[in-house]
């Protein structure tokens, strides 16, 4: 069920109203009970479709998305696993101390 906005001419007030599409339309302001109502053209809504045929993923949080931008950001600067394999000694290890010297 969409919702709508309304206004009143009479005393300005505005507010939303939550009906279905075959609903009546408001005529009576709620504030100050006269009949200067009018519903104002919106914006609108985007759709949402859910069930088979449609990716979970489409309709993800912003949050989400930037988090997982970070994830992929991180894997793609990080060196091949193989690349460390029989390049010989890692300089990244201490060495183990010698205590004939």
């Known amino acids: 069920m969409p919702t709508y906005d309304y206004e009143c001419d009479a005393c300005g007030h505005k507010f939303e109203k939550f009906q279905s599409i ?44 930037k988090a997982a931008e970070k994830e992929k950001a991180a894997a793609d600067n990080k060196p091949p696993k193989d690349a460390s394999k029989g390049a010989g000694k890692d300089s990244s290890k201490p060495k183990p101390s010698n205590p004939d010297s």
Not at 43 to 59: C, E, L, V
């Open 22 to 65: 075959t609903a009546r339309l408001l005529r009576t302001c709620p504030r100050c009970k006269k009949v200067k109502l009018r519903r104002l053209i919106g914006p609108g809504a985007g759709f949402i479709f859910k069930g088979s045929g449609f990716y979970q993923t489409d309709y993800r949080s912003e949050s989400y998305r």
